[in-house]
């Protein structure tokens, strides 16, 4: 899927970053062919896997982007921000959701100048 601008890693987030410059979240699953368990990558590939990103409190739109990587299927959600945000503090909440279950939350605030 095309992207916008810089990467923001939610796990690894940048020091200030410039307020109104291109930028996208892009995070998921790598849904890997696990020996023995033939339903994990079929349970990680279905809609109830999902990331959804929460940013000031309104839940982002996102498309699912998914790769072929020898043993693995990285299922990822996209946000763009073309344009990207204002100046001032800004919370992103990253909530993982496998199989219909949250199995992480990570909550991050990241200052654009």
Do not use: E
């Amino acid at each position: 899927m095309p992207t916008t601008g810089t990467r923001i890693a939610l796990f690894v987030p940048p020091p200030p970053f410039p307020a109104s410059t291109p930028f996208y979240v892009d995070q998921g699953f790598a849904c890997q062919v696990i020996v023995g368990d033939p339903d994990y990558v079929g349970d990680c590939m279905t809609a109830s896997t999902h990331f959804d990103l929460w940013l000031d409190g309104g839940q982002q739109p996102a498309t699912v982007d998914i790769d072929n990587a020898p043993g693995a299927y990285p299922k990822r959600d996209l946000t763009n921000y073309p344009n990207g945000l204002s100046a001032g503090s800004h919370t992103f909440v990253g909530v993982f959701v496998f199989d219909g279950v949250v199995t992480q939350t990570v909550t991050v605030t990241i200052l654009f100048t």
